[in-house]
Every structure is written in structure tokens, then in C-alpha cells.
């Protein structure tokens, strides 16, 4: 029997889930051109993500933007499915969410495929509703691409980067033990893996990493068959 995603996002009953979009007819085979280059120094090791701006201009401006405010500074990837992917961007240390800017238009229609080592955009059930949050996928997500725009389950999730080193640290969040904590009934990795800053490469560090805390709402992407919570 084929393996079906199932939609279960984080603001929404456990139990209210519908197929996921089958993946796309094709993607681009040409790769993105070169971009910036970002530094991710966390808990558990170093990721550096190169990001595609002529592919994804808005989804990495915003991502930027994040970055050079110091947002990213002191949250944690609060999601962790091995052999799927991992999520953060969004909530502090005690699991409190952010304030974040308005979201951005999704630019999951840019040819590019959620395969592992991409860095995409977490949203909510509106395509267009990515904040501050990302994942980093762990296999070849093809079910999470852009099939079509007839709804938020065929519009898929925005690729707009990739891991260019340290993706063995990405798999090492993706192999701590999970458990519920806080608003997740599950999938919160322990302990938490905390990113302690973000910075662009050859960039200096922003002025301050201050940042307001405020309820915020979740972003996910689709739950692989037999998980619940996250």
C-alpha cells in the first residue's frame, strides 16, 4: 500500500488531516544560481545554508531579514521526524513563539523540489501564511512540491536553500529522542536543540538580537502516515 502524507497542521485538532498533493509533473534541473551563504551555530554543531534568492527572492529576503534582526538567536528546532525533516525558526527556549513580521507570498511554484538537504519555508493551512519559520528535509520530500494551485494541499512549500555543510549535524537533531512538550503532543526533540545564532557570511552581527515574544501562529508542514502531534 503506497505511503500517503497526511495534512496535520499545528493549529488544528489531532485528527483533522487530508491527503497530501501528489508531486509535480517536474522540477527545474538546472541548479540556482550561487547565493548568499548563512551561518547556523547551534547546540548540537554548525550548519551553513546557501540560499537561492534568483529562485526565491521573497521567501530570502524575509529569511534575511530575520536574520540580520538577530531573530533567530535563542530558538530551537522544535520539531524532529527522522527520515523527514526537522522545523524551527519560531519558538524560545520555554516553547514561547515569537512576534514575526506579516507573512509572505509562497513561492512554491519555483521549479525547486523539497529534496533532502533543502531548506523550505513551514507554513499553515493559507500558502501564502510562512513567517519566520523553515525545515530542513531529511529524504527526498517530492510530496511536499508544488502540484497546482487549487488549495493549500496541492500549493506545497517554498524551497529557497540547502545545507552545504553540516548536514550531519541536521541529522543528529533528527536523531534525538522525541517526546510532547509544551503546545506539541509530540515530535519535540530532547533535548532541545538550540540555535544560538544565525549569522550571513561575511556580514557583521547585527546591533542587537533583541526580539519581542508574542503568541504566534504555528506554522507545520504535512505529518508522514502513522505520526500524530508536532
Known amino acids: 500500500m503506497p505511503r500517503l502524507l497526511l495534512a496535520l497542521l499545528l493549529f488544528l485538532p489531532l485528527g483533522v ?17 550561487p547565493g548568499p551563504k548563512v551561518l547556523v551555530h547551534t547546540s548540537v554543531g554548525d550548519i551553513t545554508l546557501e540560499l537561492f534568492p534568483d529562485k526565491a527572492p521573497k521567501s530570502v529576503a524575509n529569511f534575511l531579514q530575520y536574520v540580520r534582526e538577530g531573530f533567530y538567536d535563542g530558538t530551537v ?8 525533516l526537522v522545523q524551527g525558526g519560531l519558538y524560545t527556549r520555554d516553547l514561547q ?12 511554484d519555483n521549479g525547486l523540489s523539497n529534496l533532502r538537504g533543502t531548506v523550505a519555508v513551514a507554513r499553515g493551512a493559507d500558502p501564502n501564511s510562512g513567517t519566520a519559520q523553515f525545515f530542513i528535509n ?7 512540491d508544488y502540484a497546482g494551485n487549487q488549495s493549500g494541499l496541492t500549493w506545497g ?5 540547502r545545507v552545504v555543510e553540516g548536514m550531519d549535524v541536521v541529522d543528529k537533531i533528527a536523531g534525538l ?11 519535540v526533540p530532547y533535548p532541545l ?3 544560538q545564532s544565525v549569522r550571513v557570511i561575511g556580514e557583521e552581527a547585527p546591533a542587537s538580537a533583541a526580539s519581542a515574544k508574542a503568541p504566534a501562529k504555528a506554522a507545520s508542514v504535512a505529518k508522514p502516515a502513522g505520526k500524530k502531534g508536532g
Open 138 to 144: 531529511l529524504v527526498d520530500n517530492r510530496r511536499l
Open 77 to 84: 528546532f522544535h520539531r524532529a521526524i527522522n527520515g523527514y
Open 97 to 108: 513563539p515569537k512576534r514575526t513580521h506579516p507573512a509572505i507570498a509562497s513561492e512554491a
Open 177 to 187: 529522542p522525541t517526546r510532547g512538550q509544551g503546545p506539541f503532543a509530540a515530535d
Open 193 to 195: 536543540p538550540v540555535i
Open 157 to 161: 512549500y517554498a524551497v529557497f536553500g
Open 17 to 33: 488531516a487530508a491527503q497530501a498533493a501528489p508531486p509535480p509533473a517536474s522540477t527545474s534541473a538546472t541548479p540556482p544560481a
